[in-house]
């Protein structure tokens, strides 16, 4: 809100610098007869009540002239402290000036004289309560008057009260003489010349024996605004007792440096010294402050190093994880230009992740992979490395979860992959969390240590062997059987892996036995349901009485010694059945070549393989499970592993297929990836080295061409931009931008036209409605009255306005959301005409709250969207219905339309194949997760165009519905296309 001391530039619009709670607007606002009434009253509570009601009145347009008298004779020399506050709050509502007679303003039209504001004689009485007030012996009633004048603009109002404000500077009490040296700063600042010529002067000296830090901080305040020379000559004299002057002066010091290095750069050698020494402040927002603006005033390393031990010192010294996110991120920031200085703090950087919030973990993560080098990657791995070994601990488990395990198992293999020198001591290390829920990670990690550096596969292999007991997962075992497959070349290893493999399995056939499963059935009926246990107790007051017991018995220890393999055998995992049969038939063909194995014990693997895959396929032909579609594909590719083991001229095709194209394949992709990786980093460093900053033909900005010629550091020290960057209004001066979002109301035949600019910033929606009066009346008690439809929550109605003839005039409103879910906003105008006294009612076409509006896209790990997708219960199915033919510009279309992410890699230059699957995901602002798994087909028989279905998935419902409706409505074709 803007001070209202001055005219508002419209008669029947006020402007306040507070806000009223709307309780006495209950039941209509009493008429100015009443208000009279209620303040000649002797209760002071009714007085209070009256003249929130006046001030209400005012706000909303009306004049109540008679009130100012009332107010001045009943209210003005109150000593309840409440009501002293609400006349200060009336002073600034009420109108001050006469109007200006028609003649006046027709003469200062016509090129006259220009009108002449003469102020009401009323308040020459009100000057004098002030006065009275600034020499009140009660420093409380001194302190919130000089508040008071703070927010006061009128030269003839501040004139007779300047000798009291000067006065009160020398007061006792540290309350009222801070309260006074801003008091003299704002009369300086509006009428400096006239009312106080001497102001800087008078504050310096104030300020030389001042003890007060409050004070203190005020006074200096006003100099380095009024009148820098004193300031700095202050600040001088004083360099070295800066940190004794208290948090506030310092960043006032602080926010100088700035203001005058912005202006003149050559200025920055006078305020290094006290630059380092607030480095060392025991205040967190000092020394932060500080060491961002060193930073950005000299990029010397000596600078910069002193800056980023102040960062490191924060982020171990602090507990709040949003301080520590924010020094992380200013980490980052050094990470472009000062790589180096930063290497040298990576231990101390590391030791951040004691913290026990993951995302904080991350970041740190981050920050340190990208400073890591030749010389102290050892160092780093063996952190990480104590740190894995940390999460086996039920405690840290359950703090952080099985996601900080799997963020450092990545940033592990990283460095194995940039740094061969350490694959070989933390691979050894990671194959032990095999059986853990970051096993996953672990095995993928393994199987590229394997490919990428065959001096390490003997021990892996062997150790891999020893671990198989301990795989819980389904897919880590599948990964296992690939690597043993492959990856086992000498006869030794060869039979030993075969052994391993098949003692896990065990004999066929692997399914359930009838009397198994029954005695089975029978133990866990037994073990379920809670035992009732009743027994007598005595009371607190001496009585008997029976209580009753529910106990659940607690799960029995597993005493089931079958193994991981032959165990998810037995239950009817078809896929892992068809993957060991592949590994034992590569074991066996490789036996058959290596001449370290003899015939008799190839043939008796060749059997026990050939048996094993026969159970396989009679378990998959019984298994009645999610699987059971996969039996097909399960006879035929066992089938084939059979012919390439009995058939030799079968054998003579194959061989070459099993043993080396698989892993000649597995070469190409992780050559893929590495190039891809390689290209986004080249591509990521190359756009910020080109990045266009300022256009051949844009204006010239001269702060710009200051900043350019003093070399300063990469920050820019333009606080206005940076709270401009920090609220995401980069582009909020765009018409384009704000025009998309205005919404049309009401009619233009309308009495009442309305048009709303809606703001949608993260939790909050605000309304601006500018409401039009289109008739000859005027238009009293108008009010916009909304209600909401969803998960929206009204927290600031519009109050009632009047409006003059042909006027206008823009009313908030603010709504709160709460959840990620499409909601509609509606409502009326309702009104009194003034002349036909009519109530009168206008209905408000709907705002529509699109969910693109909370939506961002967002990245996770495949196990994780995995895990997701089996948890979230909320699906929506959506039928693919468009006129685009290609597959991957749907895909393109359906991201850009949903604002997600796609976590699945493709090609964009060639078009491979007739069907496409791909993962989508995006995170709404409410912390809500959206899965979309986007499944397409190119079908020749329906004229190329595409089929199949969009599936979307929540935790909660309305997101699942209302991403579902978006696709639906975009999914036809591009805008600029028609719609199908």
Known sequence: CSNIMSTASNSNESYCTFTLASDVTAGGLPSQEEIAKDLESTDTNVKKHALRAAIMAMLGGEAMPRILMQVIRFCINSDDKQLKKLCMLYWEVVPKYQEPTSEAMLAAASGGPPVQRKMLPEMLLVCNALMNDLNHPNEFVRGSMLRFMCKVKDEEILGPLIPSIKACLEHRHPYVRKNAALAIFHAHKLHGETLIPDGPELIAAFLEQETDLAARRNAFLMLYNENEELAFAFLARNMDDVGKYGDGFALLVLDLTRKVCRRD???????????????????????????????????????????????????????????????????????????????????????????????????????????????????????????????????????????????????????????????????????????????????????????????????????????????????????????????????????????????????????????????????????????????????????????????????????????????????????????????????????????????????????????????????????????????????????????????????????????????????????????????????????????????????????????????????????????????????????????????????????????????????????????????????????????????MKIVERPQSHTIGPLDQMTIRASIKVSSTETGHIFGTIVYDDAATMEKCYVNLNDIHMDIMDYIRPATCTDEAFRSMWAEFEWENKVAISTSITSLLEFLNHIVSSTNMSCLTPFDEKSEKGSFLAANLYARSVFGEDALVNVSVEKKDDNDGKLAGYIRIRSKTQGIALSLGDRITSVQRGFPDQPKA
Request: with cysteine; proline share 4%.
């Open 265 to 791: 750069p050559t200025q920055k050698s006078r305020f290094v010294r006290v630059l380092f020494q607030m480095l060392s402040s025991t205040s967190p927002s000092v020394s932060y402050e500080a060491a961002w603006t060193l930073v950005s005033l000299s990029s010397a390393p000596t600078a910069v190093r002193a800056a980023a031990m102040t960062y490191v010192n924060l982020l171990n010294g602090q507990n709040d994880n949003n301080v520590k996110l924010i020094v992380l991120m200013r980490l980052d920031s050094l990470k472009s230009k000062h790589s180096k200085i930063l290497q040298e703090l990576l231990m101390d950087i590391l030791r951040a992740l004691s913290s026990p919030n993951p995302d904080i973990c991350k970041k740190v993560l981050d920050v340190v992979v990208d400073v890591i080098s030749t010389r102290n990657v050892q160092d780093v791995v063996n952190v990480l490395k104590r740190e894995v070994q940390k999460t086996i601990s039920d405690d840290l488990q359950q703090e952080k979860g099985g996601e900080y395990r799997n963020m450092l198992i990545r940033t592990i293999h990283g460095c194995a992959v940039r740094f061969p020198q350490v694959a070989e001591s933390v691979v050894h290390v990671l194959t032990d969390f095999l059986g853990t829920d970051s096993g996953m990670q672990v095995i993928i990690f393994v199987r590229a240590i394997v490919e990428q550096y065959p001096e390490l596969r003997p021990p892996l292999l062997t150790k891999l062997m020893e671990s198989m007991d301990s795989v819980s997962s389904n897919q880590v075992l599948c990964v296992c059987l690939w690597i043993l497959g492959e990856y086992t070349e000498s006869a030794e290893s060869i039979t030993e892996a075969f052994d391993t493999i098949a003692e896990q399995a065990g004999e066929p056939p692997y399914i359930v036995q009838t009397k198994e499963k029954e005695a089975a059935d029978k133990a866990a009926e037994a073990d379920s349901g809670p035992k009732m246990v009743t027994k007598n107790v005595v009371l607190s007051d001496g009585t008997y009485a029976t209580q009753t017991v529910y106990s659940e018995t607690k799960a029995p220890t597993s005493t089931d010694k079958t193994p991981p393999l032959r165990r998810m055998l037995i239950s009817g995992d078809v896929f892992l059945g068809e993957t060991m049969a592949a590994c034992l038939t590569k074991l066996c063909l490789r036996a058959g070549d290596s001449p370290g194995v003899d015939s008799s014990k190839v043939k008796s693997m060749t059997a026990t393989a050939v048996l094993a895959m026969c159970g396989v396929v009679k378990m998959a032909e019984v298994t009645v499970a999610a699987q059971r579609s996969s039996l097909a594909d399960c006879q035929e590719r066992i089938t084939l592993c059979c012919r390439a083991l009995l058939d030799p001229a079968a054998q003579m095709h194959l061989k070459k297929i099993f043993l080396k194209e698989g892993r000649e394949r597995f070469a190409e992709f992780l050559k893929i990836i590495k190039e891809r990786e390689l290209k986004e980093s080249a591509t990521e460093s190359g756009d910020k080295e080109n990045e266009v900053t300022t256009q051949a033909d844009d204006l010239i900005h001269f702060r710009q061409l200051k900043a350019m010629a003093a070399s300063a550091g990469d920050l820019d020290l333009d606080d206005g931009a940076d709270l401009a960057r920090a609220t995401g209004y980069d582009s909020a001066g765009a018409l384009s931008s704000e025009l998309s979002h205005v919404y049309q109301l009401s009619g233009f035949a309308d009495p009442v036209y309305a048009e709303a600019l809606v703001t949608v910033h993260d939790y909050d929606i605000v309304l601006e409605i500018l409401v039009m009066n289109r008739t000859p009346n005027t238009l009293a008690n108008l009010t916009v009255e909304l209600s909401t439809m969803g998960d």
